[in-house]
Nanobody, 130 residues
Framework: QVQLVESGGGLVQAGGSLRLSCAASGSILSSYAMGWFRQAPGKEREFVAAISWNGGVTYYTDSVKGRFTVSRDNAKNTILLQMNSLKPEDTAVYYC???????????????????????WGQGTQVTVSS
């Protein structure tokens, strides 16, 4: 069974930085595309960033472009989300997820869809104070 565990969340002031990590059991991270999503209270889960299985392609939602960077280390079965210039509106529970697909064309179409991802972590809270 695949298990994803996020870490690195916390409380930070606006303008600060956090780095989230997602570690996976087994070798699944090295085979498939990964995504980061977030969910604020009372809101639906939304796409944040995605990265292809080999790290060659990345996608971001417009609100985090230029501030967040997604990367992966397949040797360590880990993906990272570096978050800089944080804003209060970034406050949410952040989830990593795996989509068991290697097709770059498929990912290009589906990277932002919650339903495209099969395995999910338990989430880590990020709170940005103003």
């Amino acid at each position: 069974q695949v298990q994803l565990v996020e870490s690195g969340g916390g409380l930070v002031q606006a303008g600060g930085s956090l780095r989230l990590s997602c570690a996976a059991s087994g070798s699944i991270l090295s085979s498939y595309a990964m995504g980061w999503f977030r969910q604020a209270p009372g809101k639906e889960r939304e796409f944040v960033a995605a990265i292809s299985w080999n790290g060659g392609v990345t996608y971001y939602t417009d609100s985090v472009k230029g501030r967040f960077t997604v990367s992966r280390d397949n040797a360590k079965n880990t993906i990272l989300l570096q978050m800089n210039s944080l804003k209060p509106e970034d406050t949410a529970v952040y989830y990593c997820a795996v989509t068991p697909v290697r097709s770059s064309i498929w990912l290009q179409v589906n990277y932002g869809r919650v339903t495209a991802y099969t395995y999910w972590g338990q989430g880590t809270q990020v709170t940005v104070s103003s």
